[in-house]
């Protein structure tokens, strides 16, 4: 990932990561910054979620997911912990995010939306869906297990945008899909971590350590 703070620079790649982050675990982090190498982003905004419009709302506040955010991403590269949503409001809708941050980096800007297979899955049933195909591209972090026809109300939607190259998905600022597997693609779950903390069960390896730390100083995840 580049910097976007270079005078003359070329136009700023950017993309959202959503999510609860209920705690963000490994598997979030190293997914971001595969996914800043794979497109040559500038920065990958990771998003807590304050009311998740499709979900039950977590049990720890979203000032908490933030702040074990902040302290999960640290100083590293190219990732950011944003916290629009968290300041926003009502239901966390990915559509006012885009706005949100197709404000701040401009209409030439290459916005892109990651999103997993499940809730790639469930897009024609998000909110606005079809503004949010015209503010931004979305790329899909495919799982190799999932290769079933889509539901016919998903493929009408993306009809005539899917790409193949990351090359092509960048030509415009926004409206393609482009399904990315990245390389390390790790099978870590929240709610294991989640079940884990619960349990006094060690999550070594499965947080980072300053999160772990965040979390036994304020005795978050105790209670079922």
Avoid at 96 to 110: C, F, M
Wanted: net charge negative.
């Amino acid at each position: 990932m580049c910097g976007v703070d270079v005078p003359g620079s070329s136009i700023p790649r950017i993309a959202m990561l959503g999510g609860t982050f209920d705690p963000v675990h490994i598997g979030h982090l190293r997914s971001a910054v595969e996914l800043g190498e794979a497109l040559a982003l500038d920065a990958v905004h990771m998003i807590p979620a304050h009311v998740p419009p499709h979900r039950k709302a977590p049990g720890i506040s979203a000032e908490h997911r933030l702040a074990m955010l902040k302290a999960g991403i640290g100083d590293t590269p190219g990732l950011v912990a944003d916290d629009r949503e968290v300041r926003r409001p009502g239901h966390s809708y990915s559509i006012d995010t885009l706005i949100s941050l197709r404000e701040e980096w401009g209409e030439q800007a290459r916005l892109i939306m990651a999103v997993g297979h499940d809730a790639f899955l469930g897009l024609p049933e998000w909110h606005q869906r079809d503004r949010l195909l015209s503010l931004a591209h979305i790329v899909v972090i495919d799982r190799p297990d999932h290769e079933a026809p889509l539901e016919p109300a998903l493929a009408s939607l993306i009809e005539g945008r899917e790409v193949s190259t990351v090359e092509s998905m960048m030509a415009a600022p926004g409206g393609h899909l482009l399904r990315l597997r990245l390389p390390s693609r790790m099978a870590i779950a929240a709610t294991e971590v989640r079940w884990r903390l619960q349990q006094g069960l060690s999550v070594r390896y499965l947080i980072p350590e300053a999160v772990e730390r965040y979390i036994a100083s304020h005795a978050l995840y105790r209670h079922p």
